[in-house]
């Protein structure tokens, strides 16, 4: 993350506002750059800089997985899971953003007194 922060600096980023005025591509390549900083943590990266995004972690991945096998659909990888997430945030226009329809759905799922 030193390296990425750096990275970033030499870019001209030192606020959530240089960072948002990169363009996308440019802002994931400083990030992904760096060994070991991948994709989905460059996702949740963002959104903690205030993109809306979702962050594919267990939760995120076990409702899809629910919904998807209540469906009897197969599951789906991470990545596919995150695009679900994005098209029923598109479909429903539940949440203020997707960031927090994502939110809603992760609070949903850690809060549920099956588990």
């Known amino acids: 993350m030193v390296d990425a922060a750096a990275d970033y600096m030499a870019a001209g980023v030192n606020s959530a506002k240089d960072f948002h005025d990169l363009d996308a591509a440019t802002a994931k390549r400083i990030y992904t750059r760096v060994h070991g900083l991948g ?14 995004g979702v962050k594919t972690d267990i939760m995120i991945k076990r409702f899809i997985a629910e919904a998807l096998s209540a469906a009897h659909l197969d599951n789906v990888n991470a990545r596919t899971a995150r695009e679900l997430v994005k098209q029923a945030h598109a479909a429903t226009g539940l949440g203020r953003d997707l960031t927090y329809f994502e939110h809603a759905i ?5 809060t549920d007194p099956k588990r």
């Not at 994709?39 to 809306?52: A, V």
């Open 39 to 52: 994709y989905f943590t460059f996702e949740y990266f963002s959104m903690l800089l205030g993109t809306p």
């Open 106 to 110: 992760w609070l949903f799922q850690s």
